[in-house]
């Protein structure tokens, strides 16, 4: 099987077969994110290539595939009939998979219909990973994300309505110090315009190496949160989201592992909260520079 560039892919998708549909991120402009930014320049693999890694893995690792993540940073930005090639010649070359997914970000995912999405879903993709990171629209411009939050809700929706399984990502800190309240609890809105997300997933933002976020941070044009301004605005958060959901933290990046069902679980994850919050700040570890 062949890869190009960095491959990246979420910790639930450990134990899935990685088989490299397209390259590259075709935004790539996000000002947190380094993954991309010295390239390759986003496209789409030719069919053939993508066909031939799959039916290596597939003769290699066959029984043992139950699960297939298709990298890169933007696969839903596939055109529509190749992306459902795809994910066909997978169910149709590996007997046991039961899960395909890729990342995908709003702007890509709202180009397309919901009859496009009811076809990706019919071909066998079974779950999304968006960044949503903030809805609000302020720290979404400056993080230069490419989408807003009224774009955010019409994505959530319409992947909900095709049936497909949808993962939002939050990044908490990225309003910084000015923003931190107006981000939470935006946040925790689009999450509750959007219905009920499957799955809502919690990071940490860390300041990377050649990314634009690190310049505004050493020039002093963003301030960023410390560990108990993280937690607050984890609680806020929290207090404000409505929607039914799994929360999870599953990244290094926290400062606390949260897991529960909401709002089932809102109490529990609450009194978790404040009793980090009643920890000292040295308790926690330090701010440092991401290098991947």
């Known amino acids: 099987m062949r890869y190009e560039g960095p491959i990246y892919r979420p910790p639930s998708e450990a134990s899935s077969l990685l088989v490299q549909a397209t390259v590259g991120c075709p935004h790539n402009k996000c000002s947190f994110c380094l993954i991309y930014k010295k390239g390759p320049a986003y496209r789409v693999r030719p069919m053939e290539e993508i066909k031939a890694d799959l039916d290596q893995a597939a003769a290699e690792y066959g029984g043992l595939v139950r699960t297939l993540f298709l990298p890169a940073g933007n696969t ?8 459902a090639e795809v994910c066909a010649h997978a ?8 899960r395909i997914t890729v990342y995908g970000s709003s702007q890509y995912i709202d180009r397309k219909s919901l009859a496009e999405l009811k076809e990706l879903r019919a071909a066998g993709l079974s779950r999304l990973h968006v960044g949503l990171e903030s809805g609000e629209a302020r720290v979404l411009a400056r ?3 490419g989408t807003d939050p009224q774009e955010q809700v019409r994505a959530g929706r319409k992947t909900l309505a095709a049936g497909l399984e949808l993962s939002l990502y939050v990044l908490l800190g990225l309003g910084g110090r000015e923003l931190s309240r107006e981000h939470a609890r935006a946040t925790a809105e689009v999450l509750n315009q959007i219905g009920a997300p499957h799955f809502v997933r919690l990071r ?5 190496i050649n990314t634009l976020l690190l310049h505004q941070l050493k020039k002093g044009r963003f301030q960023m949160l410390g560990p108990h301004g993280v937690l607050a605005e984890t609680r806020l958060l929290l207090e404000n989201l409505e929607a039914e959901t799994e929360l999870t933290s599953d990244h290094y990046s926290n400062y606390l592992d949260l897991k529960g069902r ?14 980090a919050l009643a920890r000292p700040e040295s308790s926690f570890r330090e701010i440092f520079i991401g290098t991947q």
């Open 76 to 83: 839903i930005a596939m055109p529509t009939v190749e992306l």
């Open 91 to 98: 169910r149709r070359v590996l007997p046991l998979l039961t």
């Open 143 to 145: 993080a230069k994300k």
């Open 204 to 208: 940490t933002l860390v300041p990377k």
């Open 262 to 275: 909401l709002p089932r679980d809102r109490l529990k994850l609450l009194d978790q909260v404040d009793r």
